[in-house]
């Protein structure tokens, strides 16, 4: 992974500024949030009907072609929800308990076409593993991770890398640790990485963003009284890890 500013110079933006507009954002994501649950809703809810439909009354080639976009749809949709009703309580506190098995599976999901060609997925999850938190705020935190992860890889790669997911309880913690066998990050950014305003693009044409990613995983991940650091002892490739307190 390779980390610039869209200018080549870093500039620290006021942090008071910045506060201020992360909390701005968070009124206007509820707003939206609360917007598009109508809509969202209705497509929700027809999708399973369309699906019966299709093997009812649907001939071969649209069973075998037609139907699985239907399934995937839905399932996206469902992934939407969860995050839309994140950003309703994202200025609220939130005393549901999460399982990060589930989590991961859907943070996954959400970004399994970037995934696609680049890398193979490797999955090691403690299923007995939770968390209080909002899933949608975890699911903010893992899918930057994990779109960081597929962009420092080059598409057409996906026979000789990997991204590997593990999940485990230690010490009353829960550790998830994303590696991918990437680019890397070079030394002289790796104090910089969660910084506000860098952009992280890969070599190989990932999308490019405003920079926020990192910063706002971690600043998600303290707000749950938990960490997100980056393996500074990572030979190959690269290593996020997040530590929250395990719920029990």
């Known amino acids: 992974m390779v980390i610039e500013n869209e200018s080549g110079v870093f500039e620290r933006e006021p942090i008071a500024e910045l506060e201020r507009r992360v909390k701005t954002l968070g009124f206007l994501g509820a707003g939206v949030a609360h917007d598009i649950r109508a ?6 809810q027809y999708l399973p009907v369309l699906s019966k439909l299709i093997t ?29 009703e994140g950003l309703q309580n994202v200025l609220h506190d939130d005393s549901r308990v999460s ?19 680049r890398a193979q997925i490797a999955k090691r999850v403690d299923r007995n593993a939770h968390v209080r938190a909002d899933p949608a705020h975890l699911i903010q935190i893992f899918t930057k991770l994990l779109q960081n992860a597929a ?12 991204i590997s997911v593990d999940a485990w ?8 640790s ?9 030394p002289a950014l790796r104090a910089k990485i969660f910084e ?5 693009k890969s070599r190989t044409g990932g999308s490019e963003h405003a920079g926020m990613g990192l910063y706002i995983a971690r600043e998600l991940a303290e ?10 002892d990572e030979a190959s490739g690269t290593t996020f890890q997040v530590i929250l307190p395990a719920w029990t």
Do not use: W
């Open 169 to 176: 309880i230690e010490d009353g913690y829960v550790c998830v």
């Open 223 to 232: 707000a749950l009284n938990g960490v997100v650091s980056l393996d500074d």
């Open 151 to 162: 962009q420092a890889i080059p598409i057409g790669a996906d026979e000789s890398n990997e």
């Open 99 to 117: 399982n990060i098995g589930e989590v991961l599976d859907t943070s996954i999901g959400l970004v399994a076409d970037l995934i696609r060609g």
């Open 39 to 44: 809509p969202l809703s209705v497509a929700i």
């Open 196 to 200: 506000p305003r860098f952009t992280t």
């Open 56 to 84: 009812k009354h649907g001939n071969e080639a649209l069973r075998s072609e037609a139907l699985p976009m239907v399934i995937a749809m839905n399932d996206a949709l469902r992934c939407v929800a969860i995050i839309t």
């Open 178 to 186: 994303i590696h991918d066998t990437g680019v890397g990050v070079p």
